[in-house]
């Protein structure tokens, strides 16, 4: 059985039982009327032809738009929609608020997304790639959209996208950005399959988006060059594309990983990224499609010995100076923060220092770096700082999907509030994210017993700030095996060539970015930004070895040693997995016994996992540093 996550039929109990009017026609409003039908036809309410006697009435009210009035209007409860969309953000607000959407003190309200544009990019190959699996950094079992190499049943697709919808997205991109030789494919003889699924999508208010090779024309055995300047690729691009559009009028463009960890891009042909950016975006501009072009682009093979390259400063290097260039339909997508979505970075200074570019945040929801679905990590409240920091600069949110074929869709059922709350968040980015936890767990288990919103608060909280204490400390990120990137391994990328080093010694670790003496990277920032990482006096805690290196005995904000503070945190934070796994017995009884199975089997292995990151972490300082637990406890 699929479990239904946020919409289960339960949750449209209120409005089916209810007199129900729908004004408005097209796909979207045939989307709605379909919604309310089988509410009612389950609760016994009922769909009625004019305002007379219905207690809820949707209209669209507008020419466009994904916004919406709710209100109350002569005994109804009204949604007076901008536009198509905005009739089915209506309808699921209206669901969100069950009961209480027809309160009759209800209070006028509209709603506006804030940011314009709020995709999931899925990392889905069509193929079972050798080494990353069907879905790269996926734990949720397979592909939605493929199986065995061919494209999967629409109907799992389609509840995809209505869950989707009901959080607030609009856009996907259905296949990984490392675009191997059969997903090349889609882009030309197997663009059924994306016109099958923008269908799909379509229905729910959702754009598709296709991830492109830039060395397609070469790849798919048209041309042999790629260079952006050559006018037959440009003319082949600008055929290609019109081809895309005549099988999907409507799709919402491309994104492109280029020049990055083995991709092709335009470096190739010693040309800028603008260069190749711009010549999609011209193909793609007769039909009002985008390039998200990734600012993802750093060298991946340097020297481990040469102190000089920073990994953190390659996006500010490779693209402030390109600011201004970009043409108006390019999205630069980048990263949150300046590495690579680790649990703990400082915001990206590329999204705070590119005024004249059109940008998009791109987040992680898959738990690459964050327990991988098999630790609870509930996300929001990083993601409501990082959205905070950057409002005013960015106009779109792009977040890796960690949905999949699993049953449970996220593989840890409790992931699912991650992929509800992206969707929330990029909507209002001022919301909190504990609110919108609440609002999952409402929508999830409907009529859930105080008793079970205790548990998953207590399980959920804090989880992310959980996961940091038995993690790399102090914002120094990484310490992850190679590779698959779980569990702890302190050295493991120490002496590769990926730049993610955290450089300590028997009297010190971090990394120095400071003007001062290191990389520099600090000077990337504003300044009021780059005067507060620069010195120690101002660096929050929470980051210092992100920016500094400083000796074991180095007192933090908090008035603990940098020692000391590993081993405790370490400590407490293997203690707190503890009382959430004994917390959520209490649970057994008030969830299905499958989903409390699923997690239970899942806090076992959070548990073993957090004792191992406590103590790899602990011995390994401890050897490093000589300097003992001031509380004595076992360290090996
Ligand atoms: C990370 C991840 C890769 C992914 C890359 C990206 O490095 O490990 O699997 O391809 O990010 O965002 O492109």
Same mark, same amino acid.
């Given at each position: 059985?699929?479990?239904?996550?946020?919409?289960?039929?339960?949750?449209?109990?209120? $409005?089916?039982?209810?007199?129900?009017?729908?004004?408005?026609?097209?796909? !979207?409003?045939?989307?709605?009327?379909?919604?309310?039908?089988?509410?009612?036809?389950?609760?016994?309410?009922?769909?009625?032809?004019?305002?007379?006697?219905?207690?809820?009435?949707?209209? $669209?009210?507008?020419?466009?738009? &994904?916004?919406?009035?709710?209100?109350?209007?002569?005994?109804?409860?009204?949604?007076?929609?901008?536009?198509?969309?905005?009739?089915?953000?209506?309808?699921?607000?209206?669901?969100?608020?069950?009961?209480?959407?027809?309160?009759?003190?209800?209070?006028? &309200?509209?709603?506006?997304?804030? !940011?314009?544009?709020? *995709?999931?990019?899925? /990392?889905?190959?069509?193929?079972?790639?050798?080494? *990353?699996?069907?879905?790269? =950094?996926?734990?949720?079992?397979?592909?939605?959209?493929?199986?065995?190499?061919?494209?999967?049943?629409?109907?799992?697709?389609?509840?995809?996208?209505?869950?989707?919808?009901?959080?607030?997205?609009?856009?996907?991109?259905?296949?990984?950005?490392?675009?191997?030789?059969?997903?090349? =494919?889609?882009?030309?003889?197997?663009?059924?399959?994306?016109?099958?699924?923008?269908?799909?999508?379509?229905?729910?208010?959702?754009? %598709?988006?296709?991830?492109?090779?830039?060395?397609?024309?070469? $790849?798919?055995?048209?041309?042999?060059?790629?260079?952006?300047?050559?006018?037959?690729?440009?003319? /082949?691009?600008?055929?290609?594309?019109?081809?895309?559009?005549?099988?999907?009028?409507?799709?919402?463009?491309? #994104?492109?990983?280029?020049?990055?960890?083995?991709?092709?891009?335009?470096?190739?042909?010693?040309?800028?990224?603008?260069?190749?950016?711009?010549?999609?975006?011209?193909?793609?501009?007769?039909?009002?499609?985008?390039?998200?072009?990734?600012?993802?682009?750093?060298?991946?093979?340097?020297?481990? +010995?040469?102190?000089?390259?920073?990994?953190?400063?390659?996006?500010?290097?490779?693209?402030?100076?390109?600011?201004?260039?970009?043409?108006?339909?390019?999205?630069?997508?980048?990263?949150?923060?300046?590495?690579?979505?680790?649990?703990?970075?400082?915001?990206?200074?590329?999204?705070?220092? @590119?005024?004249?570019?059109?940008?998009?945040?791109?987040?992680?929801?898959?738990?690459?770096?964050?327990?991988?679905?098999?630790?609870?990590?509930? #996300?929001?409240?990083?993601?409501?700082?990082?959205? +905070?920091?950057?409002?005013?600069?960015?106009?779109?949110?792009?977040?890796?999907?960690?949905?999949?074929?699993?049953?449970?869709?996220?593989?840890?059922?409790?992931?699912?509030?991650?992929?509800?709350?992206?969707?929330?968040?990029?909507?209002?980015?001022?919301?909190?994210?504990?609110?919108?936890?609440?609002?999952?767990?409402?929508?999830?288990?409907?009529?859930?017993?105080?008793?079970?919103?205790?548990?998953?608060?207590? #399980? @959920?909280?804090?989880?992310?700030?959980?996961? &940091?204490?038995?993690?790399?400390?102090?914002?120094?990120?990484? *310490?992850?095996?190679?590779?698959?990137?779980?569990?702890?391994?302190?050295?493991?990328?120490?002496?590769?060539?990926?730049?993610?080093?955290?450089?300590?010694? +028997?009297?010190?670790?971090?990394?120095?970015?400071? %003007?001062?003496?290191?990389?520099?990277?600090?000077?990337?920032?504003?300044?009021? /930004?780059?005067?507060?990482?620069?010195?120690?006096?101002?660096?929050?805690?929470?980051?210092?070895?992100?920016?500094?290196?400083?000796?074991?005995?180095?007192?933090?904000?908090?008035?603990?040693?940098?020692?000391?503070?590993?081993?405790?945190?370490?400590?407490?934070?293997?203690?707190?997995?503890?009382? *959430?796994?004994?917390?959520?017995?209490?649970?057994?009884?008030?969830?299905?016994?499958?989903?409390?199975?699923?997690?239970?089997?899942?806090?076992?292995?959070?548990?073993?996992?957090?004792?191992?990151?406590?103590?790899?972490?602990?011995?390994?300082?401890?050897?490093?540093?000589?300097?003992?637990?001031?509380?004595?406890?076992?360290?090996?």
């Amino acid at each position: 059985m699929i479990h239904p996550a946020w919409l289960p039929s339960e949750a449209f109990r209120a $409005i089916g039982s209810r007199r129900v009017l729908v004004q408005g026609s097209g796909p !979207l409003a045939d989307t709605v009327r379909h919604e309310i039908a089988q509410a009612c036809a389950r609760f016994g309410g009922i769909v009625v032809p004019d305002r007379k006697t219905a207690e809820l009435i949707l209209s $669209i009210a507008g020419p466009g738009g &994904e916004g919406f009035r709710l209100g109350r209007r002569g005994g109804a409860t009204v949604i007076r929609a901008d536009g198509p969309p905005g009739l089915l953000n209506g309808l699921f607000e209206v669901v969100r608020r069950g009961e209480r959407a027809f309160d009759p003190a209800l209070a006028d &309200e509209r709603h506006v997304p804030a !940011l314009a544009r709020r *995709m999931l990019d899925h /990392w889905d190959n069509i193929d079972v790639h050798p080494v *990353m699996g069907q879905v790269e =950094r996926g734990y949720s079992g397979g592909s939605l959209f493929w199986q065995d190499g061919r494209p999967r049943d629409l109907g799992r697709v389609r509840d995809y996208a209505r869950l989707l919808a009901a959080s607030g997205v609009n856009a996907v991109a259905i296949n990984n950005v490392n675009v191997h030789t059969t997903e090349t =494919r889609l882009l030309t003889d197997r663009l059924t399959e994306v016109a099958a699924l923008a269908s799909t999508f379509r229905v729910y208010g959702i754009r %598709v988006h296709l991830s492109v090779n830039f060395a397609a024309p070469v $790849i798919l055995g048209d041309l042999s060059t790629a260079d952006p300047a050559d006018e037959a690729v440009r003319a /082949w691009w600008k055929s290609t594309t019109a081809r895309v559009y005549e099988a999907v009028p409507d799709l919402g463009g491309y #994104l492109v990983k280029a020049d990055s960890e083995g991709q092709p891009g335009p470096f190739t042909y010693g040309r800028s990224h603008a260069d190749g950016a711009n010549m999609l975006a011209e193909a793609l501009e007769p039909y009002g499609g985008v390039v998200h072009w990734r600012a993802f682009v750093y060298n991946h093979r340097q020297d481990w +010995r040469d102190r000089s390259t920073d990994r953190a400063r390659a996006a500010h290097d490779h693209f402030a100076g390109l600011d201004g260039a970009f043409r108006d339909n390019v999205i630069l997508q980048v990263k949150h923060g300046p590495m690579d979505f680790q649990t703990r970075e400082p915001i990206s200074p590329a999204l705070l220092g @590119m005024p004249s570019t059109r940008l998009a945040v791109e987040l992680q929801v898959t738990g690459e770096y964050t327990g991988q679905q098999r630790h609870v990590c509930y #996300l929001p409240p990083m993601w409501s700082e990082v959205l +905070r920091a950057v409002a005013g600069h960015v106009s779109g949110l792009a977040a890796v999907s960690n949905a999949g074929d699993d049953p449970f869709w996220t593989g840890h059922p409790l992931a699912q509030a991650n992929l509800y709350a992206v969707g929330r968040l990029a909507w209002n980015p001022a919301r909190d994210p504990i609110a919108i936890l609440d609002e999952w767990i409402d929508l999830t288990f409907p009529g859930a017993a105080a008793e079970l919103r205790d548990v998953l608060h207590d #399980l @959920m909280d804090e989880s992310w700030q959980t996961y &940091e204490q038995y993690t790399a400390p102090l914002g120094v990120g990484f *310490m992850v095996r190679p590779g698959h990137h779980y569990g702890p391994d302190v050295d493991g990328y120490e002496y590769t060539p990926w730049g993610t080093y955290h450089f300590a010694d +028997r009297d010190g670790v971090g990394v120095d970015r400071t %003007v001062a003496t290191g990389t520099g990277f600090t000077a990337q920032y504003p300044p009021a /930004w780059a005067d507060r990482y620069e010195s120690l006096a101002t660096c929050p805690d929470e980051l210092l070895l992100f920016f500094h290196h400083v000796p074991y005995g180095h007192v933090l904000h908090s008035g603990v040693t940098v020692i000391q503070h590993v081993y405790d945190t370490h400590f407490a934070g293997a203690h707190r997995v503890t009382a *959430m796994r004994d917390r959520w017995q209490e649970a057994a009884g008030l969830v299905d016994p499958a989903l409390h199975a699923r997690v239970t089997e899942r806090l076992d292995e959070q548990q073993r996992s957090a004792d191992e990151w406590r103590d790899q972490i602990n011995t390994y300082f401890y050897r490093k540093s000589g300097v003992p637990d001031a509380h004595g406890r076992p360290i090996h």
